[in-house]
């Protein structure tokens, strides 16, 4: 029997079923007496991270997200196993990579049986609740309180938001409680917000972007999302600082992946797959903090479950990262692995990739073909994105550059995070780093195997 029906069956049977999700143990009702914290957990979509002041944006002030960094701690390397919201935020709930829990494509539902947060905290004695967008499925296995007040449709025009609903969720019981509070912001068609609070022409455009008059547009409406993105979290801060709960909640903001332009989502570059990470508390976390400690949303579960004081889960492939965020140590797990299926949102294109403090390497498992996105490359694309790329690349060598990158890859990429973090230059043909690349393909193919990971095999129709 594989690694991964192993997990699968021992999960299936511990499922809950809903009527009793909540249901406490004798230990949970002491647990829920002692010293410790409601947890918020706000999801951007598609945030590239680089753009918010606390990770050395220059182009919008993001005052209420950059509040957590200011008075809570910073992580540098959060990286997303696969770059796309259904597989990712699967990973989020169930604490297993996208090989076990099942939905390794956009869109792909998790394993049915398959144990998630809304099992395993309310073993700790914490009410679940999500409010905004719902991915991932089905919700057979996604048992959460779907608390009304954002907005669920990630490409619709407009995303207004309330948190009455938040309020009464949190104040209708003193059981500490875990909410997912899941934004569709930034996420494309970018329609929603201001967007002449930003002049194009003075903005500073990311370092892997095109760069012409068409793509500075668009990027004035990209931010206008952002802002709303951080209004957003504001609301939610002042809603808990108003119920008298600010100070004993574990308030963390993550970025989920990168946007939809080429280098972002959908690929395992940075900042494809790097999110941003915050979280304040502040008996536990010192106002400021720094952490260069690599984390992977795999975590995030067995992180939550202990600081609620449970045991460690075995059947979990995530691992606990308390001491780095509580400013223990500055170091959690050593490699960070990457798994990125091009179905169904673009011909086959399937991509493995391993990262450490200092390098990053990557397969590309099927070089000969060209990549294609259909939501950013389709000729009728709603963004423009993809046709201001292929205009500006016909006078400007950069942007030829990035354009032409995206399309032709290598079978092999390596690059030093350290001299070229926007991972510019490719090292892979570099003789002097032959016997790191061997060593860290190894590692990459070990993990493959352990997770049941048939590679090019598994991007295909399902």
């Not at 308030?251 to 280098?263: A, C, N, Y």
């Not at 032409?404 to 390596?414: D, H, I, L, S």
Request: net charge negative; charged share 25%.
């Amino acid at each position: 029997m594989s690694h991964r029906l192993l997990k699968i069956g021992a999960i299936s049977a511990s499922l809950i079923p809903l009527s009793n999700c909540y249901a406490k143990s004798d230990e949970a009702d002491v647990k829920k007496n002692s010293d410790r914290p409601n947890i918020v957990v706000i999801v951007a979509d598609d945030l590239l991270s680089t753009e918010l002041g606390c990770y050395g944006g220059q182009n919008i002030k993001t005052p209420n997200i950059d509040r957590l960094a200011a008075e809570g701690v910073q992580f540098s390397r959060c990286f997303a196993s696969e770059a796309m919201s259904v597989p990712i935020r699967a990973s989020m709930y169930t604490g297993l990579y996208p090989a076990h829990h099942g939905s390794f494509q956009n869109h792909k539902p998790t394993f049915e049986g398959t144990k998630t947060v809304n099992e395993y905290m309310p073993e700790e004695g914490y009410r679940v609740g999500r409010t905004g967008k719902t991915h991932p499925g089905p919700k057979s296995v996604y048992l959460f309180d779907e608390i009304p007040g954002f907005t669920v449709n990630c490409v619709a025009k407009k995303a207004p938001y309330t948190v009455d609903g938040i309020r009464s969720w949190i104040t209708k019981s003193e059981d500490p409680f875990l909410l997912y509070v899941c934004s569709v912001n930034p996420h494309a068609p970018w329609s929603w917000g201001d967007a002449s609070e930003f002049k194009a022409a003075d903005l500073k455009m990311p370092e892997n972007c095109a760069d012409n008059a068409e793509m500075r547009e668009i990027f004035t409406h990209y931010l206008a999302e952002v802002r709303c993105l951080d209004n957003e979290v504001g609301s939610v801060l002042k809603v808990l600082e108003e119920t008298g709960r600010l100070d004993n909640t574990l308030v963390m903001f993550l970025g989920e992946q990168g946007p939809q332009f080429p280098g972002g989502k959908w690929t395992l570059w940075y900042p494809g797959c790097h999110s941003a990470m915050l979280a304040r508390y502040p008996s536990k976390i010192k106002a400021g903090a720094k952490c260069d400690a690599i984390v992977q949303y795999e975590d995030l579960l067995p992180t939550f479950i202990d600081i609620a004081g449970g045991k460690a889960r075995e059947e979990l492939d995530g691992e606990s990262f308390k001491n780095a965020l509580f400013g223990k140590t500055n170091k959690a797990r050593k490699y960070a692995f990457g798994i990125h299926n091009n179905i169904p949102e673009g011909t086959p294109y399937p991509i493995r990739s391993i990262r450490d403090d200092r390098y990053a390497l990557l397969l590309n498992l099927t070089p000969e073909a060209s990549y294609f996105e259909k939501h950013l490359m389709d000729p009728n694309s709603v963004t423009g994105v993809w046709q201001a790329w292929e205009k500006a690349a016909k006078t400007d060598i950069v942007a030829a550059f990035w354009k032409n990158r995206y399309v032709t890859r290598p079978a092999v990429e390596f690059y030093d995070l350290k001299n070229d973090p926007w991972e510019e230059n490719n090292l892979a043909d570099e003789p002097k780093y032959k016997k790191k690349i061997s060593e860290m393909k190894s590692l990459l193919l070990n993990w493959m195997k352990e997770q049941g990971d048939t590679g090019a095999s598994m991007d295909v129709k399902h």
